[in-house]
């Protein structure tokens, strides 16, 4: 193998190493911020649960503000998102379009509701941590959106509900206090949550069906 072929491989190894490196720190970083919460956690029991030193947790994840970064990017780009955003464009009936994002949030929830409980509860405290959630919650409104345009663009929208009503109703059913009140404060399941809030929204956004 010459010096230059050499080089990549070299790379290439090295950048596989950091990416897995960096996926156990967050891992670890996740389980104890979920256990304990983001400001009683130190760098160092993160390193140590990951098994590499404070000095690698700095440098490959960035300390704890990075750590609480990029597991908010990954659950604001979870691919269950991008694949139904997806389908939100091609849907043809309204009632898919309210499914796609009622399964939407399921999945979120299921997946990533620990994090998103330690980011809401550090970001009124921590500006890094604030900056993230705005940077996820406008993720997140990019796709509500989506959907009340797509509703719109269908005709399915009730009178007198715009493309700016049917938004903001979207987020009030789908955002994140509805889904945790019911879940958290009244110890519904996932499930019935994410049912109730769906048949809800229909009846505030939806025309109703001739003949029905």
């Not at 269950?80 to 997806?86: D, K, P």
């Not at 309204?94 to 796609?100: F, I, N, Q, Y």
């Not at 919650?137 to 009340?148: E, K």
């Amino acid at each position: 193998m010459s010096t230059t072929e050499a080089g990549p491989v070299r790379h290439s190894r090295r950048a596989g190493y950091t990416a897995a490196t960096h996926r156990t720190i967050l891992d670890a970083a996740r389980r104890l911020f979920r256990e304990r919460g983001f400001f009683a956690v130190r760098v160092e029991e993160v390193a140590r649960a990951a098994r590499v030193s404070p000095a690698t947790v700095y440098s490959v994840a960035g300390g704890k503000s990075g750590m609480l970064r990029s597991l908010t990017q990954l659950c604001s780009a979870a691919p269950i998102v991008t694949a139904n955003l997806e389908q939100i464009r091609r849907a043809t009936e309204p009632g898919r379009v309210l499914d796609l994002v009622a399964d939407t949030t399921l999945d979120i929830r299921r997946e990533w509701g620990d994090v998103l409980r330690v980011i809401m509860a550090t970001a009124p405290h921590e500006p890094d941590a604030a900056a993230s959630l705005a940077e996820a919650t406008g993720r997140y409104r990019s796709g509500l959106l989506l959907a009340a345009n797509r509703l719109a663009g269908l005709g399915a929208l009730r009178p007198g509900v715009d493309v700016r009503h049917a938004d903001a109703l979207l987020w009030f059913y789908f955002g994140y206090s509805s889904l945790f009140t019911l879940i958290d404060d009244l110890h519904w399941s996932d499930g019935d949550a994410v049912a109730w809030l769906r048949a809800a929204a229909a009846d505030a956004l939806l025309a109703p069906v001739a003949g029905a």
